[in-house]
């Protein structure tokens, strides 16, 4: 079955700890993506690739950091400069298709991560 | 700027009943997409349907329908003879026409069909 895994589903970080959520996709798709979701709100774009071994920050990119060494990979680092990382986190991807097109972004099952 | 302003943060419906769920957007570009997701509690966001902005009629799949309103910039989500498993939060969204595929979203609507 084609899909999006995200792991691990749940996570806790320690106080200055850097911790790493995993995003695989077997889609075939050129682009990712990261979300953040906090409470009663809707999702904001952390960052997001187009192509391997290149990303763009999204709305709220500081604190976090990404790579994308490999098409079907785009791990999200949580950083110590990140103050406030407790929140659900859902990975996307995308064809890339022409601009005026569809170009659904599917979604991963998500990654719940919380502070100790 | 982009904006997605969905007003209703619940909404209960009757099983079997029709619901709307409201969504108005905010753009300057002539060109965009409009997209309603639905969040179930485990989580994860599940495509339901798409609208583009020079579509000429409003989307349908299955019992989902897109009410498009150009004009107004509204894409109300109707949801017809609603099911048990219809409840869950439901996200507007847009994409500008740009490249990007960038998706802005709204705040959500949490829905509970009652038997």
């Known amino acids: 079955d084609g899909g999006i895994t995200q792991s691990p589903k749940y996570l806790f970080r320690k106080e200055g700890q850097n911790v790493t959520l995993s995003c695989e996709q077997n889609l075939n798709h050129d682009a990712m993506y990261w979300y953040r979701q906090d409470p009663g709100q809707g999702l904001r774009l952390i960052y997001y690739?187009?192509?391997?071994?290149?990303?763009q920050k999204g709305d709220i990119a500081e604190g976090y950091s990404v790579s994308r060494e490999k098409k079907e990979s785009f791990p999200l680092t949580v950083t110590s400069a990140q103050k406030n990382p407790t929140a659900f986190y859902l990975c996307?991807?995308?064809?890339?298709?022409?601009?005026?097109?569809?170009?659904?972004?599917?979604f991963g099952a998500g990654t719940r991560l919380s502070v100790l | 700027a982009q904006k997605i302003t969905q007003t209703q943060p619940g909404m209960f419906v009757q099983e079997k009943e029709a619901v709307t769920l409201d969504c108005t957007y905010d753009t300057s570009d002539q060109s965009y997409g409009l997209f309603w997701y639905k969040q179930p509690s485990s989580g994860e966001m599940i495509f339901l349907i798409y609208q583009g902005s020079y579509d000429q009629q409003n989307a349908t799949e299955g019992r989902y329908s897109l009410n498009f309103q150009k004009a107004r910039k509204s894409a109300n989500l109707v949801i017809s003879a609603s099911q048990l498993g219809d409840s869950a939060m439901y996200f507007c969204?847009?994409?500008?026409?740009?490249?990007?595929?960038?998706?802005?979203f709204g705040t959500g609507t949490l829905l509970a069909v009652q038997p």
């Open positions: 996307a991807s995308s064809i890339l298709g022409l601009a005026g097109h569809k170009n659904i972004q599917y």
């Open positions: 969204a847009m994409r500008d026409g740009g490249a990007t595929n960038k998706l802005i």
């Open positions: 690739s187009q192509i391997v071994n290149d990303f």
